[in-house]
């Protein structure tokens, strides 16, 4: 069974950062695309950004210029630092590893900006 394995959640003031670290399996990291989702109350869940397994990199328009994701190949996790948080940020975020139409999801970290 694929495991995701997140963690790094929690509550941060308005302008705070916070580290989101999603483990995987070595044969699921190098091969899958890493990814971070996140859904608030009441609104469908939404891509923040997307690493794939050479490096490259998609953001949310959202996140652009705050967050980054990143991969460590030793380390078989993911990454999402998020910078200069705010409110609306708040959200269950989601690690995802995809390789075409195959994904696996994680249990979820809850992150909540609030003063």
């Known amino acids: 069974q694929v495991q995701l394995v997140e963690s790094g959640g929690g509550l941060v003031q308005p302008g705070g950062s916070l580290r989101l670290s999603c483990a995987a399996s070595?044969?699921?990291?190098?091969?899958?695309?890493m990814g971070w989702y996140r859904q608030a109350p009441g609104k469908q869940r939404e891509l923040v950004a997307r690493i794939s397994t050479g490096g490259m990199t998609i953001y949310a328009d959202s996140v652009k210029g705050r967050f980054t994701i990143s991969r460590d190949n030793a380390k078989n996790t993911a990454y999402l630092q998020m910078n200069s948080l705010k409110p609306e940020d708040t959200a269950v975020y989601y690690c995802?590893?995809?390789?075409?139409?195959?994904?696996?999801w994680g249990q979820g970290a809850q992150v909540t900006v609030s003063s």
């Open positions: 070595a044969e699921i990291f190098r091969s899958y695309a």
């Open positions: 995802h590893a995809d390789r075409g139409a195959r994904g696996y």
